[in-house]
T-cell receptor, first 114, second 111 residues
């Protein structure tokens, strides 16, 4: 089974702090994604990466950056956290374009910014 | 702007009934269609995928796709209280990494 592990399930940070959310997968998938999920807004794509050191902006990249130094690890960085970044953050992976297209999600990281 | 629309619910059905969940999408270039189930406080998990017009059955679940009407649905037969969750419709575009998710329909199965 694919395992996607997010390092922190619950975080509380203060406005202006730098926040790192880490995601590790064990299935050698090329593609990794960061979403945020908010009530009434659904899942929105922040960034994705299709290879090591490769990244592309999603629909809402403002205020976020990402790092992918190794294939199995994809990090989301909030350079200066703000209260409107309070949300559930979900990491996901996807094998390749030829497979079923299923996204495998981590357990999520619920971030509260005070 | 590509969009995926779902009724937010809650949709309440009695135990043993058929639950019908609907989703419409705006882009005719959409190629792959998915239903994810998300329990409260948990992450989404895939329950059905469908790629061509018609019905696809898997146990108590049936996905239906009508590309002409830009409509995809999920039927859950013999609904159980354990089916109570939010169901997310997702649409993907062939050869891309782009998924668009609906906001989800909350289903409540009443014992």
């Amino acid at each position: 089974d694919v395992k996607v592990t997010q390092s922190s399930r619950y975080l509380v940070k203060r406005t202006g702090e730098k926040v790192f959310l880490e995601c590790v997968q064990d299935m050698d998938h090329e593609n990794m994604f960061w979403y945020r999920q908010d009530p009434g807004l659904g899942l929105r794509l922040i960034y994705f990466s299709y290879d090591v050191k490769m990244k592309e902006k999603g629909d809402i990249p403002e205020g976020y950056s990402v790092s992918r130094e190794k294939k199995e690890r994809f990090s989301l960085i909030l350079e200066s956290a703000s209260t409107n970044q309070t949300s559930m953050y979900l990491c996901a992976t996807w094998g390749n374009l030829a497979n079923t297209g299923e996204l495998f999600f981590g357990e999520g990281s619920r971030l509260t910014v005070l | 702007q590509k969009e995926v629309e779902q009724n937010s619910g809650p949709l309440s059905v009695p135990e043993g009934a058929i639950a019908s969940l609907n989703c419409t999408y705006s882009d005719r270039g959409s190629q792959s269609f998915f239903w994810y189930r998300q329990y409260s406080g948990k992450s989404p998990e895939l329950i059905m995928s469908i790629y061509s017009n018609g019905d696809k059955e898997d146990g108590r679940f049936t996905a239906q796709l009508n590309k002409a009407s830009q409509y995809v649905s999920l039927l859950i037969r013999d609904s159980q209280p354990s089916d109570s969750a939010t169901y997310l419709c997702a649409v993907a575009f062939s050869g891309t990494y782009k998924y668009i998710f609906g906001t989800g329909t909350r289903l409540k199965v009443l014992a």
